[in-house]
Every structure is written in structure tokens, then in C-alpha cells.
């Protein structure tokens, strides 16, 4: 994500803050006595924000749970104090500054968890980001940006496993997937488009390496085209999105 290492700080009025690079996150806490628990913001609640529930023992000291959910996670530019935060790079920070502020907060907490609602969209287009991440590097989105791990349903993690395998296995440009890709393509993109996926897709000679280097102009085309391998591989996409939850060890 990032070298630098963030540096937790307090100002003169005692609000706590993160800084990373030339990012700076304010961190908010707000404390729900009657329902035990307590909210961490970075930012705004547009950013991060997260609870962890917690008892409390017989002289009224608190004892934290051993896990923190992220309850949001996103991109806003007001997310920095400085309004400024760069979408991609700033997002990485953030969620750096937030396992690291946890670490030096609470000896106890060993695991972050968080849903994964992960989209990017474009004209009313929504693409998941774990298929879309699956394709291009093997890995769903919050395990490949930061290594969180999915929780699935036993049948579910075998389906992965094998889609995983096959996909990973086979995902070379052949005869076979450019003759699948000429009959399913041809309804959904113009011809100029389609002529440049096709050339870029022979020269890269595997489907990854196409995605890492490729630009879709726009994403109506990357929707069609992670269908189509869908289609090709016999995967089911919605393995890929469907409010998931990851899990994170931070004490490793």
C-alpha cells in the first residue's frame, strides 16, 4: 500500500489524527454506553468508520471484543483534512492509518472484519470490484489490496477453489477463447473496439496480463468482456460479490 510508516499524533485541543505521506485523517470516537459499543471514524462517515463492542467488568472497566468491524469504507475528497484525497492511492492510506491506529489502541483486538460492498461505476453501469480483481490478479479486491481473507459457506469456498484452479490454470488466449470471444463479442462493442481487444488480447497471450495492461474505454465494454469470461470458464460472478465478509489478522 504504502513505506511509510503513519504516524499517530495529537494536536494542541487533544483531537487525534493519522498522517501518512501527505495525507492527514482526523479520527473521531463516539462511545454508546446503553448499547456497549464504540465508533471510530477517519474522516467523515463517507471515509471509515468502525465499532467494536466491548462488556464491562465489576469495577465498570471496559473489555474490548477481540474483533473491529468496518462498518463503511470509501472515498470522498473531504476524507483528509485538507480535502485534497486522491481517489486509489488515498483510500490505501486510509485503510494504513486505520489497521495501524487499531494495533497501537487495543493489545487485544486481533482481527478486523468488514463486508464487502466494493463497486465501481460508470453511467449507471456497476461492476464489482472482486470479479473484476479475480480476472486480472487471482484474488478478490479487499484480499489483493489488503490482505483480507473471504469467509465462505463451505460449498462456496469449494466452488471457488475449483473456478480459482480452472481459471488460473487455463486463462491463456488460444484459438478456442478467440473464436469464443469472436461469436459472444460481437453484439456488445463497436468494431474499432473490438478489433483493439482482439489484437491486445494476441499480444499479451494471457487473460491477466491483458486486464493489468488494458484500458476499457468505457464500462459498458469491461462489463461485457468479464461476462463473457464468465461465460467462457464457467464461472459464476456473483461468487464474487455477494456482501461477503473478509477477516484480517493483524497480529501476524
Known amino acids: ?63 474490548f471484543n477481540n474483533t473491529i468491524q468496518i462498518q463503511s469504507f470509501g472515498y470522498d475528497k473531504s476524507c483528509t483534512i485538507k480535502k485534497d484525497m486522491q481517489l486509489g492511492i488515498g483510500t490505501d492510506r486510509m485503510m494504513f492509518c486505520f489497521i495501524n491506529f487499531i494495533k497501537q489502541k487495543f493489545d487485544n483486538v486481533k482481527y478486523i472484519t468488514l463486508t464487502d460492498n466494493a463497486m465501481f461505476s460508470c453511467k449507471n453501469i456497476k461492476i464489482p470490484m472482486s470479479t473484476y480483481y479475480f480476472y486480472k490478479y487471482g484474488k478478490m479486491y479487499y484480499s489483493k489490496k489488503y490482505g483480507f481473507k473471504p469467509i465462505f459457506k463451505k460449498n462456496d469456498e469449494e466452488k471457488y477453489k475449483k473456478f480459482k484452479k480452472i481459471y488460473l490454470d487455463k486463462n491463456y488466449v488460444d484459438k478456442k477463447f478467440l473464436d469464443f470471444f469472436d461469436m459472444e463479442i460481437k453484439n ?38 468479464l461476462d463473457l469470461l464468465g461465460k467462457y470458464y464457467n464461472i459464476d460472478n456473483e461468487l464474487f460479490f455477494c456482501q461477503r465478509t473478509f477477516i484480517k489478522n493483524i497480529k501476524k
Open 188 to 225: 456488445n462493442l463497436n468494431k474499432k473496439e473490438i478489433r483493439e481487444i482482439r489484437e491486445k488480447l494476441i499480444e499479451h497471450k494471457n487473460i491477466q496480463s491483458f486486464l493489468q495492461n488494458y484500458i476499457f474505454s468505457n464500462c459498458l465494454f469491461l462489463k461485457n468482456f
Open 1 to 63: 500500500m504504502t513505506s511509510q510508516k503513519p504516524l499517530i499524533f495529537k494536536d494542541l485541543n487533544k483531537k487525534k489524527y493519522c498522517k501518512i505521506n501527505n495525507n492527514t485523517f482526523l479520527i473521531k470516537k463516539r462511545k454508546n454506553s446503553t448499547m456497549k459499543y464504540v465508533e471510530f471514524y477517519l474522516g467523515n462517515k463517507k471515509c471509515l468508520t468502525s465499532t467494536i463492542n466491548y462488556k464491562e467488568n465489576n469495577k465498570f472497566k471496559k473489555i
